[in-house]
């Protein structure tokens, strides 16, 4: 089998398991086992693909057609311009998570101590840590697992990051200049509704925001008070019909300058606000 044949076949493959991005994503597989560029394919296209090339490419693309999120299968997602490690202990960090990093990024100042609750893979506080000026910061999230992989990450991209085990802010002792988090907010009856990749492969835990989806927005704005600096910023990322909901629930505990921003399709993605005055 050509190389041609083996990258159509498997986008072949992928097509008819109903995979929506099947060309992409059949080459994205195809470029990883192989370790080569387009430049490399269209020069060795009609060349005889190895067979341990072959094999390899073929239980990639099986797995992809279970519908296993294609981050999962290479281990990697790029977020912010750094590259973080995966697996199914983590939420694939996504693009929509970049406009929260934003929002901080213009608060943070120099020096800021960060507190990322449900931190997941470790993107948000990384890439905060990467970019912000001589911040430091510390990661909390429930999965011990989840915990090793964001260690890994910030590994990877040379930060150096405090990661603690703790149901929301038990263990979170200190104080912070900044606390971001991207909890989970599903509401748990609309997660048999998601697509196959994420209802059946990523994390219960990290999507399941309870009934009304805003468990963890009451918790988070009700105990990030008594470790927020004074005028130090809680910025969360939403889903996009919960603005108003978190919008008040900050209102009420104090938190001033609300404010509600819009990801790249206009939808409501990130409500931040400023710790009341002590
Ligand atoms: N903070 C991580 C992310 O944004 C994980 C979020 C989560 O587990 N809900 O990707």
């Keep these: 089998m050509k190389n041609r044949e083996m990258l159509d076949t498997g986008a072949e493959h992928l097509k008819r398991a109903g995979i929506e991005e099947y060309v992409q994503d059949a080459w994205l597989l195809f470029s990883w086992v192989k370790h080569v560029d387009r430049t490399w394919y269209y020069l060795h296209m009609e060349e005889e693909a190895a067979e341990t ?5 073929f239980s990639l693309i099986g797995k992809r057609c279970l519908r296993i999120p294609l981050q999962y299968i290479t281990g990697s997602q790029a977020f912010m311009g750094l590259d973080f490690a995966v697996t199914p202990a983590v939420l694939i960090p996504r693009q929509d998570t970049e406009i929260l990093v934003e929002a901080c990024l213009k608060r943070l ?9 449900c931190t ?20 909390a999230d429930i ?12 590994q990877r991209n040379s930060v150096t990051a ?3 085990e703790s149901n929301l802010f038990e263990k979170i002792h200190g104080s912070f200049d900044m606390i971001v988090s991207n909890p ?18 990523e994390p219960r835990l ?12 009451r918790e988070i704005v009700r105990q990030s008070g008594s470790c927020l600096e004074e005028d130090g910023w809680l910025c969360l990322e939403i889903g996009c019909d919960q603005a108003e909901a978190v919008c008040s629930l900050m209102e009420l505990e ?24 002590k």
């Design 143 to 154: 999965s011990a697992d989840a915990l090793s992989v964001a260690r890994k990450n910030a």
């Design 120 to 139: 997941g893979s470790g993107c948000i506080l990384i890439s905060l840590l990467y970019y912000g000026e001589k911040c430091t910061g510390t990661g």
């Design 53 to 57: 090339d072959r094999e390899a490419y």
């Design 184 to 201: 989970p907010y599903i509401a748990t009856e609309e997660i048999e509704g998601l697509m196959p990749e994420v209802r059946d492969y």
């Design 109 to 117: 100042k120099a020096g800021s101590r960060v507190l990322d609750m």
């Design 206 to 217: 990290a999507l399941d925001g309870t009934a009304d989806g805003l468990y963890f927005y």
């Design 254 to 277: 104090g938190f001033r300058e609300t404010e509600v921003i819009q990801d790249l399709s206009g939808l409501d993605r990130v409500v931040v606000g400023k710790n009341r005055r």
């Design 162 to 164: 405090e990661f603690t």
